[in-house]
Protein backbone atom coordinates (compact mmCIF):
# COMPACT_ATOMS: atom_id res chain seq x y z
CA UNK A 1 0.00 0.00 0.00
CA UNK A 2 0.98 3.53 -1.22
CA UNK A 3 1.52 6.09 1.58
CA UNK A 4 0.36 9.14 0.62
CA UNK A 5 2.49 12.50 1.79
CA UNK A 6 1.04 15.85 1.29
CA UNK A 7 4.49 18.41 2.21
CA UNK A 8 4.08 22.33 1.45
CA UNK A 9 7.01 23.44 -0.22
CA UNK A 10 6.98 26.75 0.85
CA UNK A 11 6.38 25.61 4.30
CA UNK A 12 8.29 21.63 4.68
CA UNK A 13 7.62 20.29 7.78
CA UNK A 14 10.51 17.81 8.30
CA UNK A 15 8.95 14.97 10.66
CA UNK A 16 6.82 14.12 7.47
CA UNK A 17 10.81 14.39 5.27
CA UNK A 18 12.08 12.43 7.90
CA UNK A 19 9.11 9.42 7.83
CA UNK A 20 9.97 9.19 3.68
CA UNK A 21 13.58 9.29 4.57
CA UNK A 22 13.40 6.45 6.52
CA UNK A 23 11.71 4.48 3.86
CA UNK A 24 14.69 5.13 1.26
CA UNK A 25 17.33 4.27 3.89
CA UNK A 26 14.94 1.09 4.09
CA UNK A 27 15.54 0.17 0.60
CA UNK A 28 11.56 1.21 0.16
CA UNK A 29 10.84 3.37 -3.32
CA UNK A 30 9.41 7.15 -2.61
CA UNK A 31 8.25 9.57 -5.49
CA UNK A 32 8.98 13.13 -4.62
CA UNK A 33 8.63 16.60 -6.53
CA UNK A 34 12.27 18.10 -8.42
CA UNK A 35 12.13 21.23 -10.25
CA UNK A 36 11.68 19.19 -13.59
CA UNK A 37 9.66 16.61 -13.03
CA UNK A 38 8.67 14.16 -10.26
CA UNK A 39 11.07 11.68 -9.55
CA UNK A 40 10.85 7.93 -8.00
CA UNK A 41 13.58 7.45 -5.66
CA UNK A 42 15.20 4.78 -3.86
CA UNK A 43 18.76 3.85 -2.50
CA UNK A 44 21.03 4.17 -5.72
CA UNK A 45 23.39 2.32 -4.12
CA UNK A 46 21.46 -1.25 -3.26
CA UNK A 47 19.99 -4.04 -5.72
CA UNK A 48 17.47 -4.39 -4.19
CA UNK A 49 16.36 -1.09 -3.98
CA UNK A 50 17.24 -0.69 -7.58
CA UNK A 51 14.96 -3.16 -8.79
CA UNK A 52 11.82 -1.74 -7.44
CA UNK A 53 12.46 1.33 -9.47
CA UNK A 54 12.44 -0.70 -12.70
CA UNK A 55 9.63 -2.63 -11.84
CA UNK A 56 7.22 -0.08 -10.66
CA UNK A 57 7.73 1.78 -13.62
CA UNK A 58 7.98 -1.13 -16.04
CA UNK A 59 11.06 -0.08 -17.06
CA UNK A 60 13.61 -2.02 -19.34
CA UNK A 61 16.95 -2.76 -17.53
CA UNK A 62 18.97 -1.28 -20.29
CA UNK A 63 17.74 2.05 -19.41
CA UNK A 64 20.19 3.63 -16.93
CA UNK A 65 19.38 5.70 -14.25
CA UNK A 66 20.39 9.21 -12.65
CA UNK A 67 21.84 9.24 -9.03
CA UNK A 68 20.85 12.23 -7.03
CA UNK A 69 23.19 14.30 -4.88
CA UNK A 70 23.04 16.70 -2.02
CA UNK A 71 26.13 18.40 -2.89
CA UNK A 72 28.49 18.82 -5.06
CA UNK A 73 31.00 16.74 -2.39
CA UNK A 74 28.82 13.35 -2.78
CA UNK A 75 30.17 12.74 -6.19
CA UNK A 76 33.99 12.49 -5.72
CA UNK A 77 32.82 9.17 -4.41
CA UNK A 78 30.64 7.72 -7.52
CA UNK A 79 33.15 9.19 -9.97
CA UNK A 80 36.53 8.36 -11.26
CA UNK A 81 37.96 12.35 -11.59
CA UNK A 82 36.16 15.74 -11.60
CA UNK A 83 37.59 17.27 -14.43
CA UNK A 84 37.89 20.83 -14.07
CA UNK A 85 35.90 22.18 -16.51
CA UNK A 86 33.07 19.78 -15.36
CA UNK A 87 33.90 21.43 -11.60
CA UNK A 88 32.74 24.64 -13.11
CA UNK A 89 29.87 23.59 -14.62
CA UNK A 90 28.50 21.84 -11.73
CA UNK A 91 29.37 25.51 -9.99
CA UNK A 92 27.36 27.28 -12.06
CA UNK A 93 24.29 25.05 -12.88
CA UNK A 94 23.90 22.91 -9.68
CA UNK A 95 21.88 23.15 -7.83
CA UNK A 96 19.78 22.84 -11.25
CA UNK A 97 18.27 21.12 -14.00
CA UNK A 98 21.57 19.67 -15.30
CA UNK A 99 22.31 15.90 -15.04
CA UNK A 100 26.61 15.28 -15.97
CA UNK A 101 27.44 11.96 -17.47
CA UNK A 102 30.97 11.04 -15.89
CA UNK A 103 33.36 7.81 -15.48
CA UNK A 104 31.91 5.80 -12.38
CA UNK A 105 33.41 4.28 -9.76
CA UNK A 106 33.35 0.53 -8.60
CA UNK A 107 30.22 1.89 -5.70
CA UNK A 108 28.36 2.33 -8.09
CA UNK A 109 26.28 -0.85 -9.36
CA UNK A 110 26.05 -1.81 -12.66
CA UNK A 111 22.09 -1.82 -11.86
CA UNK A 112 22.39 1.62 -12.21
CA UNK A 113 23.90 2.35 -15.07
CA UNK A 114 22.71 -0.30 -17.29
CA UNK A 115 25.96 -2.28 -17.68
CA UNK A 116 27.57 1.37 -18.77
CA UNK A 117 30.90 2.56 -17.64
CA UNK A 118 29.58 6.10 -16.60
CA UNK A 119 27.29 7.32 -14.41
CA UNK A 120 24.69 10.45 -14.84
CA UNK A 121 24.46 12.43 -11.43
CA UNK A 122 22.14 15.54 -11.17
CA UNK A 123 22.02 17.96 -7.91
CA UNK A 124 18.10 19.36 -7.78
CA UNK A 125 17.32 22.77 -6.51
CA UNK A 126 13.72 21.76 -5.60
CA UNK A 127 13.82 22.40 -1.79
CA UNK A 128 11.62 18.74 -1.40
CA UNK A 129 14.07 16.74 -2.96
CA UNK A 130 17.10 18.74 -1.51
CA UNK A 131 15.95 17.71 1.97
CA UNK A 132 14.92 14.60 0.89
CA UNK A 133 18.03 13.47 -0.21
CA UNK A 134 20.11 15.13 2.38
CA UNK A 135 18.29 12.97 5.28
CA UNK A 136 18.40 9.98 2.99
CA UNK A 137 22.07 10.03 3.60
CA UNK A 138 22.92 8.09 0.02
CA UNK A 139 23.02 8.80 -3.56
CA UNK A 140 18.92 8.88 -4.60
CA UNK A 141 18.52 6.76 -7.86
CA UNK A 142 15.55 8.80 -9.28
CA UNK A 143 13.74 7.96 -12.80
CA UNK A 144 10.76 10.14 -13.34
CA UNK A 145 8.00 8.83 -11.56
CA UNK A 146 5.55 8.26 -14.70
CA UNK A 147 4.60 4.58 -16.02
CA UNK A 148 7.53 4.09 -18.67
CA UNK A 149 6.31 5.35 -22.37
CA UNK A 150 3.61 8.22 -20.36
CA UNK A 151 4.67 11.66 -20.52
CA UNK A 152 6.79 12.89 -16.87
CA UNK A 153 4.55 13.66 -14.50
CA UNK A 154 4.54 17.65 -13.17
CA UNK A 155 1.89 17.23 -10.45
CA UNK A 156 1.47 14.92 -7.68
CA UNK A 157 -2.11 13.51 -9.25
CA UNK A 158 0.21 12.62 -12.09
CA UNK A 159 2.05 10.35 -9.81
CA UNK A 160 -0.83 8.94 -7.93
CA UNK A 161 -2.67 7.83 -11.31
CA UNK A 162 0.18 6.18 -12.49
CA UNK A 163 1.70 4.79 -9.53
CA UNK A 164 -0.44 4.39 -6.36
CA UNK A 165 -0.22 0.53 -5.24
CA UNK A 166 3.45 0.43 -6.72
CA UNK A 167 5.51 2.26 -4.81
CA UNK A 168 5.82 2.52 -0.95
CA UNK A 169 5.03 6.67 -0.75
CA UNK A 170 4.46 9.43 -2.92
CA UNK A 171 5.62 13.01 -1.53
CA UNK A 172 3.01 15.17 -3.07
CA UNK A 173 4.38 18.65 -3.06
CA UNK A 174 2.69 20.80 -5.77
CA UNK A 175 3.98 21.56 -9.54
CA UNK A 176 7.43 21.03 -11.02
CA UNK A 177 8.66 24.92 -12.54
CA UNK A 178 10.73 23.81 -15.65
CA UNK A 179 8.23 20.79 -16.75
CA UNK A 180 10.94 18.75 -18.89
CA UNK A 181 13.15 16.52 -17.31
CA UNK A 182 17.08 17.79 -16.82
CA UNK A 183 19.62 18.39 -20.05
CA UNK A 184 21.73 15.17 -19.82
CA UNK A 185 25.59 16.52 -20.41
CA UNK A 186 28.00 13.70 -21.20
CA UNK A 187 31.45 14.96 -20.03
CA UNK A 188 33.20 11.99 -20.53
CA UNK A 189 34.57 12.55 -24.69
CA UNK A 190 36.46 15.51 -26.08
CA UNK A 191 33.79 17.72 -26.82
CA UNK A 192 31.09 17.69 -23.63
CA UNK A 193 27.56 16.89 -25.98
CA UNK A 194 24.01 17.07 -24.60
CA UNK A 195 22.19 13.70 -24.78
CA UNK A 196 19.10 15.35 -23.73
CA UNK A 197 17.72 18.76 -24.15
CA UNK A 198 16.15 20.22 -21.32
CA UNK A 199 15.83 23.03 -18.65
CA UNK A 200 19.68 24.36 -18.74
CA UNK A 201 20.34 24.92 -22.68
CA UNK A 202 22.90 24.67 -24.90
CA UNK A 203 23.27 28.56 -25.08
CA UNK A 204 23.35 28.60 -21.29
CA UNK A 205 26.44 26.21 -21.58
CA UNK A 206 28.33 28.03 -24.02
CA UNK A 207 28.34 30.48 -21.55
CA UNK A 208 30.88 28.24 -19.35
CA UNK A 209 32.33 25.72 -21.53
CA UNK A 210 34.08 26.90 -24.85
CA UNK A 211 32.01 23.80 -26.72
CA UNK A 212 29.32 22.09 -26.57
CA UNK A 213 27.67 19.33 -28.96
CA UNK A 214 24.54 17.83 -29.38
CA UNK A 215 24.09 14.02 -29.54
CA UNK A 216 23.82 13.34 -33.52
CA UNK A 217 21.24 10.68 -32.79
CA UNK A 218 18.99 14.19 -31.58
CA UNK A 219 18.75 15.47 -34.46
CA UNK A 220 15.99 15.28 -37.52
CA UNK A 221 17.26 12.68 -40.23
CA UNK A 222 20.20 11.02 -39.14
CA UNK A 223 19.82 6.93 -38.76
CA UNK A 224 23.05 7.73 -35.56
CA UNK A 225 21.50 5.48 -32.26
CA UNK A 226 21.43 7.98 -29.24
CA UNK A 227 24.18 7.83 -26.70
CA UNK A 228 21.63 8.05 -24.31
CA UNK A 229 20.02 4.85 -24.15
CA UNK A 230 16.64 6.54 -22.96
CA UNK A 231 16.68 8.38 -25.60
CA UNK A 232 16.17 5.36 -27.94
CA UNK A 233 12.58 4.31 -26.53
CA UNK A 234 9.32 5.81 -27.53
CA UNK A 235 7.66 7.93 -25.03
CA UNK A 236 5.22 10.79 -24.10
CA UNK A 237 2.77 9.47 -26.47
CA UNK A 238 -0.82 10.01 -25.15
CA UNK A 239 -3.61 7.96 -26.62
CA UNK A 240 -4.23 9.60 -29.57
CA UNK A 241 -1.74 10.00 -32.40
CA UNK A 242 0.11 13.21 -32.31
CA UNK A 243 1.59 15.48 -35.94
CA UNK A 244 3.45 18.09 -35.90
CA UNK A 245 2.99 20.45 -38.43
CA UNK A 246 6.28 22.50 -38.92
CA UNK A 247 6.99 25.51 -40.90
CA UNK A 248 5.99 29.93 -40.60
CA UNK A 249 3.13 30.87 -38.15
CA UNK A 250 0.05 31.37 -40.40
CA UNK A 251 0.93 28.72 -42.79
CA UNK A 252 1.27 26.05 -40.16
CA UNK A 253 -2.02 27.06 -39.05
CA UNK A 254 -3.37 27.60 -42.24
CA UNK A 255 -2.34 23.53 -42.71
CA UNK A 256 -3.35 22.49 -39.30
CA UNK A 257 -6.90 24.04 -40.23
CA UNK A 258 -7.60 22.08 -43.23
CA UNK A 259 -5.92 18.87 -41.80
CA UNK A 260 -8.43 19.70 -38.79
CA UNK A 261 -11.30 19.82 -41.93
CA UNK A 262 -10.51 16.40 -43.35
CA UNK A 263 -9.68 14.57 -40.24
CA UNK A 264 -13.26 15.82 -39.09
CA UNK A 265 -15.34 14.76 -42.67
CA UNK A 266 -13.89 11.25 -41.47
CA UNK A 267 -15.68 11.61 -38.60
CA UNK A 268 -12.43 11.31 -36.75
CA UNK A 269 -12.40 14.20 -33.38
CA UNK A 270 -9.17 16.48 -33.20
CA UNK A 271 -7.47 17.99 -31.27
CA UNK A 272 -5.44 20.35 -31.67
CA UNK A 273 -2.18 21.83 -29.18
CA UNK A 274 -1.13 25.46 -30.12
CA UNK A 275 0.02 28.90 -28.36
CA UNK A 276 -1.54 32.01 -27.41
CA UNK A 277 -0.75 33.78 -30.45
CA UNK A 278 -3.21 31.20 -32.80
CA UNK A 279 -5.75 29.95 -30.14
CA UNK A 280 -8.48 31.88 -31.85
CA UNK A 281 -7.77 30.17 -35.32
CA UNK A 282 -8.69 27.19 -33.76
CA UNK A 283 -12.53 27.64 -31.92
CA UNK A 284 -14.12 24.70 -33.36
CA UNK A 285 -11.63 22.04 -32.02
CA UNK A 286 -10.73 20.90 -28.63
CA UNK A 287 -8.14 23.20 -28.44
CA UNK A 288 -4.99 23.36 -25.92
CA UNK A 289 -2.78 26.41 -25.80
CA UNK A 290 0.51 25.88 -24.36
CA UNK A 291 1.28 29.56 -23.68
CA UNK A 292 2.97 32.46 -25.53
CA UNK A 293 5.68 31.72 -27.79
CA UNK A 294 7.24 34.46 -25.91
CA UNK A 295 7.23 32.64 -22.85
CA UNK A 296 8.63 29.30 -23.69
CA UNK A 297 9.56 28.65 -19.44
CA UNK A 298 5.77 28.41 -19.59
CA UNK A 299 5.69 26.46 -22.52
CA UNK A 300 7.63 23.67 -21.14
CA UNK A 301 5.65 23.41 -17.83
CA UNK A 302 2.69 22.73 -19.78
CA UNK A 303 3.84 20.26 -22.01
CA UNK A 304 3.53 16.94 -20.31
CA UNK A 305 0.25 18.43 -18.49
CA UNK A 306 -1.51 19.17 -22.06
CA UNK A 307 -0.51 15.67 -23.08
CA UNK A 308 -2.04 14.20 -20.11
CA UNK A 309 -5.14 16.12 -20.06
CA UNK A 310 -5.20 15.27 -23.92
CA UNK A 311 -6.10 11.70 -22.65
CA UNK A 312 -9.40 12.76 -20.25
CA UNK A 313 -10.74 13.78 -23.91
CA UNK A 314 -12.11 11.73 -26.77
CA UNK A 315 -10.08 13.26 -29.47
CA UNK A 316 -8.48 10.48 -32.27
CA UNK A 317 -5.74 12.60 -33.44
CA UNK A 318 -3.93 15.47 -32.40
CA UNK A 319 -2.45 18.16 -34.59
CA UNK A 320 0.34 20.65 -32.83
CA UNK A 321 1.86 23.23 -33.54
CA UNK A 322 6.02 23.96 -33.70
CA UNK A 323 8.32 26.21 -32.42
CA UNK A 324 12.16 27.08 -33.34
CA UNK A 325 14.42 24.60 -32.23
CA UNK A 326 16.83 27.04 -30.11
CA UNK A 327 16.97 27.81 -26.18
CA UNK A 328 14.52 26.02 -24.10
CA UNK A 329 12.86 25.09 -27.99
CA UNK A 330 15.27 22.77 -28.28
CA UNK A 331 13.89 20.73 -25.05
CA UNK A 332 10.19 21.18 -25.73
CA UNK A 333 10.32 20.09 -29.36
CA UNK A 334 12.34 16.47 -28.32
CA UNK A 335 9.29 15.77 -26.07
CA UNK A 336 6.96 16.92 -28.85
CA UNK A 337 8.11 14.92 -31.46
CA UNK A 338 8.79 12.51 -29.53
CA UNK A 339 5.11 12.06 -28.00
CA UNK A 340 4.36 12.35 -31.87
CA UNK A 341 6.42 9.34 -32.56
CA UNK A 342 8.05 11.41 -34.93
CA UNK A 343 5.28 12.42 -37.18
CA UNK A 344 6.07 15.78 -38.32
CA UNK A 345 4.51 17.21 -41.53
CA UNK A 346 6.61 20.19 -43.29
CA UNK A 347 4.81 23.23 -44.78
CA UNK A 348 6.04 25.91 -47.00
CA UNK A 349 4.78 29.29 -48.89
CA UNK A 350 4.75 27.49 -52.30
CA UNK A 351 2.21 25.09 -50.97
CA UNK A 352 -0.64 27.90 -51.11
O1 LIG B 1 14.92 15.83 -14.56
C1 LIG B 1 15.29 14.66 -14.49
O2 LIG B 1 16.39 14.28 -14.92
C2 LIG B 1 14.36 13.67 -13.79
C3 LIG B 1 14.25 14.06 -12.33
C4 LIG B 1 13.45 13.07 -11.54
O3 LIG B 1 15.53 14.26 -11.79
N1 LIG B 1 14.82 12.33 -13.97
C5 LIG B 1 14.77 11.71 -15.18
O4 LIG B 1 15.24 10.40 -15.16
O5 LIG B 1 14.35 12.23 -16.19
P1 LIG B 1 14.95 9.38 -16.34
O6 LIG B 1 15.44 8.08 -15.81
O7 LIG B 1 13.52 9.45 -16.74
O8 LIG B 1 15.90 9.82 -17.49
C6 LIG B 1 17.29 9.62 -17.38
C7 LIG B 1 17.93 9.78 -18.73
C8 LIG B 1 17.60 8.63 -19.65
O9 LIG B 1 17.42 9.12 -20.97
C9 LIG B 1 18.87 7.77 -19.54
O10 LIG B 1 19.06 6.97 -20.66
C10 LIG B 1 19.95 8.82 -19.38
O11 LIG B 1 19.36 9.80 -18.56
N2 LIG B 1 21.16 8.30 -18.73
C11 LIG B 1 21.29 7.84 -17.47
N3 LIG B 1 22.54 7.41 -17.24
C12 LIG B 1 23.23 7.61 -18.37
C13 LIG B 1 24.58 7.37 -18.78
N4 LIG B 1 25.48 6.82 -17.96
N5 LIG B 1 24.94 7.70 -20.05
C14 LIG B 1 24.04 8.25 -20.89
N6 LIG B 1 22.75 8.51 -20.57
C15 LIG B 1 22.35 8.18 -19.34
MG1 LIG C 1 11.77 9.33 -17.84
Avoid at 207 to 225: H, Q, S, W
Avoid at 228 to 236: E, V
Wanted: glycine share 8%; aromatic share 4%; with cysteine.
Amino acid sequence: NTVIIEIDCNDIEEKKLIDAAKILKEGGTVAFPTETVYGLGANGLELGAIRKIFEAKGRPSDNPLILHVAKIEDVEPLVKEIPLDTERVMKNFWPGPLTIVLEKNDIVPEAITGGLSTVAIRMPSHPIARRLIEMAGVPVAAPSANISGKPSPTTGEHVIKDLQGRVDAIIVGGSCDVGVESTVLDMTGEIPTILRPGGITREMLLKVLERVEIDNGLKEGTNAVPKSPGMKYTHYAPKAEVYIVKGEETISSEKIKELAEAYRIEGKKVGIICFDESYNEYQRDVVKSMGSRKDLKRVAANLFKILRDFDETDVDVILAEALEEVELGQAIMNRLTKAAGYRVIHVWKGMY
